[in-house]
């Protein structure tokens, strides 16, 4: 007697997933396309202001005195996870804005709200603008392409931060 021929080809069915699901990690995993990181660097340096307080290389040497001192980005050790969560939800009592409009409203940063934060006496301060999920995955995609792990800023760095061998570039040496 003959087996059914579907058991034959019942691997397909779970090789095909397999496969699928490899794709769409690989995907997730590519590197930001390069408009998504000028975008990013865009968000750091205007709509988010993030160079007030962690400096215009993101080295922690803040651009304007009254704002709190920010972390070196450049030798941070925090996964991209834990980047994108600090930005969305700030660093209450440290200085880091919550940048998720709605951060502290309904238990998405740790479960924690407003009223708790008054409670243990947490300062947060509000951020130059909001930003959108998709607008922090584009700060996180410039920080770990032009930033994180990328060393301390050197003359090269600089001007292909600011594209062109700008003035404030003339600190490093040739």
Known sequence: MARPRFRRLS????????????????????APSADDVAE??????QKGDCQACHGWAADGRKMDTQMPDGANLRTTRLTRDLLVFAIKCGRPGKGMPAFDRLAYTDGRCNDIRIADLKR????????????????VEMLADFLFA???GKGPMDRGKCIEYWGSDVAVCSEFPK
């Open 11 to 30: 691997w397909l069915v779970p090789a095909a997933i397999i496969a699928q699901t490899l794709a769409l990690v690989g995907a997730a995993a590519q």
């Open 120 to 135: 243990l006496g947490l300062q947060l301060f509000d951020p130059a603008a909001t930003l959108q999920p998709r607008e």
């Open 40 to 45: 990013g660097m865009r968000l750091f340096r």
């Open 146 to 148: 032009k930033v994180i």
